[in-house]
């Protein structure tokens, strides 16, 4: 079962090697700040993995990503250490999807959309 928690867009500009970003995440963070808030330690764990998709939306990559959240008892996992434990182990697995959709290339400017997901899901996708 994947289930859309929330969904958000916005627009990405490289110019001259600048990146300019302009997405409202704050609805996603929340999301994922109120589930780590029910961990009874280490929810600040929850930061480092959002932190990750901060730096991934404010460079200058645009391939698609997934970052994973699964939540414990003690503590916020990302995709390695869910992968170890197995899906079984967390009381729910988060999924934050970023998908770019170019719309303008002057060579010097690069345009994107930005949508962005949050889904819970059952468990994570086989890896490859």
């Known amino acids: 079962m994947n289930k859309t928690v929330d969904e958000v ?6 110019r001259g090697g ?15 700040i109120k589930e ?17 998709v901060r730096m991934k939306l404010k460079s200058d990559n645009t391939d698609d990503f997934t970052q994973y959240f699964g939540f ?6 990302h995709e390695e250490f869910i992968r170890n434990r197995g899906s079984d182990a967390y009381r729910k697995i988060m999924a934050v999807h970023v998908a770019y959709e170019k719309y303008g290339d002057t060579g010097y ?13 059952d468990r994570l996708p086989k890896a490859v």
Do not use: H, P
């Not at 867009?9 to 490289?14: E, M, N, V, Y």
């Not at 300019?20 to 929340?30: A, D, G």
């Not at 400017?109 to 899901?121: A, G, N, R, T």
């Open 36 to 52: 780590a808030a029910k961990c009874e330690s280490y929810a600040s764990d929850v930061l480092i993995d959002i932190d990750t």
């Open 109 to 121: 400017e690069k345009c994107y959309f930005i949508s962005v997901d949050l889904s819970e899901i």
């Open 18 to 32: 600048e990146v300019s970003l302009n997405i409202n995440m704050s609805s996603i963070w929340t999301a994922l």
């Open 72 to 77: 414990r008892t003690n503590g916020v996992d």
């Open 9 to 14: 867009q916005g627009q990405l500009i490289i």
